[in-house]
């Protein structure tokens, strides 16, 4: 079992920036790889980024490549997502999510994620 707690979302201006958290606990937390989706109301959750379990690889959304980075403390156990140059249209609830697939492409996908945190808020005003 993954427990997973999201932080540091909020509402910025647009061209701002904001760093998320996700800290895992439990038994394969080092061991599992970590993504990023967001749910804008009413629309379906969408992939955002990943990191495979020992951080060497990454992967992107094409909407937010150049924009966001997404990156891991395994010493710490937490994943982060650095955001910047934030749009209105970045706009949603952001998860984190947590795979024992260490990596490749499938983490793309949200089906591949057995762990989910409970979410946070990320408003960008124009």
């Known amino acids: 079992q993954v427990q997973l707690v999201e932080s540091g979302g909020g509402l910025v201006q647009a061209g701002g920036s904001l760093r998320l958290s996700c800290a895992a606990s439990?038994?394969?937390?080092?061991?599992?790889?970590m993504g990023w989706f967001r749910q804008a109301p009413g629309k379906e959750r969408e992939f955002v980024a990943a990191?495979?379990?020992?951080?060497?690889?990454?992967y992107y959304a094409d909407s937010v490549k150049g924009r966001f980075t997404i990156s891991r403390d395994n010493a710490k156990n937490t994943a982060y997502l650095q955001m910047n140059s934030l749009k209105p249209e970045d706009t949603a609830a952001y998860y984190c999510?947590?795979?024992?697939?260490?990596?490749?492409?499938?983490?793309?996908?949200?089906?591949?994620?057995?762990?989910w945190g409970q979410g946070t808020q990320v408003t960008v005003s124009s």
């Open positions: 999510a947590a795979t024992l697939l260490r990596s490749g492409s499938p983490l793309m996908r949200a089906i591949t994620y057995n762990y």
């Open positions: 439990g038994r394969t937390a080092s061991n599992s790889a």
């Open positions: 990191i495979s379990w020992s951080g060497g690889l990454t």
